[in-house]
């Protein structure tokens, strides 16, 4: 067993509101520099940039989980992060299949799609930062198919957190976690929202500077979604240690 120190909320420049420097590389030295052993790499309703920062970080000898952040109908976030980056992009494919609409540089921002080494290879029009037509059941009933985790992005805030969003946290929703921003800790996180379900937190980070802000340190056998998801339920000797 080893003890993983995790971001599992990172942008990079293809999320229209983050920084053009969120390169692969760039995101790469800076989980370094804060001693991050496991990224996630969720951009808005995209996975296009995963697998370029999982090589990248990789070259650093640090992991990185492909995934997205959805926004559902409701515009809830949910972190859907997966193993393999084929399941991304099935998720990623669906996504796309019910995003409307088309971004507006001036008033979004640049959605960069960039390689390993962070070569420019385009841009996309997608509206990625809209809501998806999937409802919130739709997302995480979809994840859970592809043997992914469902995390509902920091709900401590109101701003497309699910309780800000629907007011309550539905008790027939399947997540596997919930996600508190940085303002808060994991502790004052469980003692919010309940001993009953499991908590994380990660940096939500649109800069570098944001990167390893705030991490979930982890018990696992190696650096997987599976091995999340026996820590999330404390199975085992894996666990969240805070």
């Keep these: 067993m080893k003890t993983f120190r995790a971001d599992l909320h ?4 293809l999320s229209p509101c983050a920084d053009i420097l969120m390169s692969p590389l760039n995101i790469a030295a800076a989980a370094k520099r804060k001693d991050l052993d496991l990224l ?21 000898g640090i ?15 949910v972190l ?10 099935s998720l990623q494919e669906r996504v796309y299949a019910h995003l409307p609409g088309e971004n507006d ?13 962070d070569e420019i290879l385009a841009t996309t029009g997608r ?25 509902a992005s920091h709900v401590d805030r109101e701003g497309f957190g699910i309780i800000g969003q629907l007011g309550f946290i539905p008790d027939n929703l ?31 980070a649109h800069t570098l500077e944001e990167v390893g802000l705030a991490a979930t340190s982890f018990r696992l056998e190696a650096g997987t979604v599976s091995e999340i998801g026996l820590a999330l339920r404390g199975l085992g000797e894996r666990r969240v240690l805070g």
């Design 63 to 77: 992991l990185a989980l492909p995934g997205l952040e959805v926004t559902s109908r409701e515009e809830v976030h």
């Design 105 to 117: 540089e001036e008033a979004f921002g640049f959605q960069v799609l960039t390689g390993a080494d």
């Design 40 to 60: 996630g790499i969720c951009d808005h309703n995209s996975a296009e940039n995963a697998a370029a920062v999982a090589e990248a970080a990789g070259r650093l």
């Design 174 to 204: 399947p997540l596997d976690a919930l996600e508190v921003s940085r303002r808060l800790t994991i502790e004052e996180g469980r003692s919010v929202f309940g001993p009953g379900r499991p908590i994380i937190t990660g940096s939500d």
């Design 127 to 151: 509206f990625l930062a809209g809501a998806t037509e999937l409802s919130l059941e739709d997302v995480v009933r979809t994840v859970h198919s592809l043997q992914g985790l469902a995390v």
């Design 80 to 89: 859907a992060l997966f193993d393999g980056i084929e399941a991304a992009l």
């Design 10 to 13: 990172i942008h990079t420049c």
